[in-house]
């Protein structure tokens, strides 16, 4: 089994190399980084790549013979001059650019340059981390302009991919998935308003975005799936 991992030196992503080195050690794992090379690993191959950048990703693709899996961790909610909006009249127009070109384009890159590759695998699946803030009707809270529409243009795009690989991916399973809020540092400048018990370790989340990817058919493609398996609405 091959097995790619985008944003695999992040929290969330190299936990998931690492959960996926645990419980398929025979698989070949696929990780990309941007700046820091990651130490090395038995079984992983790492990548610098910006995932932003459609030479890279196409680039990439030629790099990886076979893949089975692909699972995209890399996101962007806060940088060092920006952080989540708590009106309209803090929106900028290049953060609102930097969440899209950073939250949504890439999953898109992903299908583009990988799908004639996942079409040669037994059970191909492209899994995607999303959020649940991206979700329009559960937004009560208003705010958070730039990431919550970068989130739900990315749960629109792989839902609009899921319908097509139904025609032309056999077997094919595509997924988008809320890992709760994790302890990574993503998250860290809002942890002090999480509610005790829901700040989870980047390694529970690891394992239970596995279990659901492991255990997804494609009767779920196209679905949108919190950390405890719950299908959460568009």
């Not at 009106?87 to 930097?98: E, Y």
């Not at 705010?143 to 077997?171: D, F, P």
């Amino acid at each position: 089994m091959n097995i790619l991992i985008l944003g695999g030196n992040g929290g969330i992503g190299r936990a998931i190399v690492d959960e996926c080195l645990n419980r398929y050690p025979e698989a070949t794992i696929h990780a990309t980084f941007r700046l820091a090379q990651p130490e090395e690993v038995h079984n992983v191959v790492w990548y610098q790549v910006d995932v932003t950048q459609e030479l890279e990703m196409e680039a990439l693709s030629q790099r990886i013979p076979k893949v089975d899996w692909i699972v995209n961790c890399i996101g962007l909610l806060h940088n060092e001059q920006h952080g989540p909006e708590k009106n309209v009249s803090a929106i900028s127009s290049d953060f609102f650019q930097q969440n899209i070109m950073t939250n949504t384009l890439p999953t898109l890159l992903l299908a583009k340059h990988f799908t004639p590759k996942l079409k040669l695998s037994a059970s191909p699946k492209l899994a995607t981390i999303s959020a649940k803030v991206g979700s329009i009707s559960d937004n009560r809270l208003g705010g958070w302009y730039s990431y919550r529409a970068s989130k739900a243009a990315l749960n629109m795009a792989l839902k609009t991919l899921s319908i097509e690989w139904q025609r032309s991916v056999k077997n094919g399973v595509v997924l988008a998935l809320h890992p709760g809020t994790t302890d990574t540092h993503l998250s860290k400048p809002f942890q002090a308003r999480v509610p005790e018990g829901k700040l989870f370790t980047s390694q529970r989340v690891a394992n239970d975005l596995l279990d659901i990817i492991e255990n997804s058919s494609p009767e779920n493609s196209g679905k949108f799936f919190a950390y405890n398996g719950e299908e959460l609405s568009w």
